[in-house]
């Protein structure tokens, strides 16, 4: 009887947790961070490059396993028409074939 009655408040505790992290995390919790991941190239194990936008940047970076590196900072109408031109040619594309552009 005893632990049964453990079990229910430690689940009861356990969901107000939980509700309370959901109704925290559409409140007080940005809903989109200040670094997003617009593409990702890999080039073999743990090694990659990606074009990702810092607040209102954009940065093309080289990651490898234990560094990253900015490899430069295009202008945001160079990496917008980019990303639009790539969204145009995976949309004619049948989508077994885009699966994996721009998500």
């Known amino acids: 009887m005893e632990l049964i009655q453990i079990v229910v408040a430690l689940l009861f505790v356990l969901g107000g947790i939980y509700l309370l992290l959901k ?3 559409g409140r ?6 200040m670094v997003e991941m617009l593409h990702y190239q890999s080039l073999g194990p743990k090694k990659g490059i990606a074009i990702i936008r810092v ?6 970076v080289g990651i ?3 560094s990253i590196s900015i490899l430069s900072r295009p202008s945001s109408s ?3 028409a980019s990303l639009k031109n790539e969204l ?4 004619q594309m049948p989508k077994k074939w885009n699966m994996g552009i721009l998500k």
């Open 23 to 25: 109704f925290l995390r």
């Open 28 to 33: 007080i919790l940005p809903r989109n961070g």
């Open 55 to 60: 607040l209102k940047e954009y940065l093309v």
């Open 64 to 66: 490898a396993d234990e």
């Open 78 to 80: 160079e990496v917008e």
């Open 88 to 91: 145009e040619v995976s949309e």
